[in-house]
């Protein structure tokens, strides 16, 4: 819904992803000035339809639209993103259906890398409830000593150091530096941004990094991918929980 440039590109690569995996999707572009009351009649017929098993309310929305209504309204079970406070209850409690895609696709990527999460350092930067929050719950799962950082944490460079898996999610251009990455870390890079020249970067500075990094993503190209990847496996899994397979 509206107008953010962001949304129309992440928007497309899911319509994509989708056509690629020969899932059947449908877009609902809705303009700006449409009302919550339209967008949520939108959300109940769709919750409704026995022909969708998915739906995804890309944000950010509008301002006046309230998010956390809408993300409400989505039935558990078509909640792919699992953004439903149901669904964050069940990840919360270790028993879950849908894992939330970004997050979920960080700890593939770590799993790629073959080093056990259990016992290691764990750093995320970031608390959002899309990425930061949910990051740190799923690298508890995996038995990682987890330590979550924001805007008001003291010596965050000390913290970031002790990371034997740092992850950034902050919304800041290359806001992680070489001197706040420990020899050999293992270096996931959430972020999505523009830098001085408008190019895409990430939150972490790359070319500096990747000299002290055991491993680290580029952006693009990294985490994005996979946050599309695991919202296709969580399609997958909502149909067949609803055909009861
Ligand atoms: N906006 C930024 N990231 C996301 C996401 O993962 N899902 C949705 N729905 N909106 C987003």
Known sequence: MGNDSASRVYVNNKKKACEVCGI???EHALPEETTEEELLALIDCLNARKDINGILVQLPLPKGIDSEKVLLRILPEKDVDAFHPV?????????????PCTPAGVMELIRLTGIEVSG?????VGRSNIVGKPQA?????ENGTVTI???????????????????????????????MVKDGAIV??????RD??????GDVDYDAVSSVASAITPVPGGVGPMTIAMLMRNTVKAAEIQKGM
Not at 152 to 178: M, P, S
Not at 188 to 193: A, H, P, Q, R, W
Not at 196 to 201: T, V
Request: aromatic content about 6%; glycine content about 8%; charged content about 25%.
């Open 196 to 201: 001085e020249n408008g190019k895409l970067c």
């Open 87 to 99: 669904n964050v209850g069940k990840i919360m409690i270790g028993n879950f259906d849908f894992l």
């Open 120 to 124: 290691k350092e764990c750093v995320v």
């Open 137 to 141: 719950m799923l690298l508890l799962h």
């Open 24 to 26: 059947y999707s449908e």
């Open 149 to 179: 950082c924001h805007s008001r944490t003291k010596n965050l460079k000390e913290v970031c150091r002790r990371a034997d898996i740092l992850v950034a999610a902050v919304g800041k251009a290359k806001f992680i530096t070489a001197d």
């Open 188 to 193: 996931i890079d959430v972020g999505m941004n």
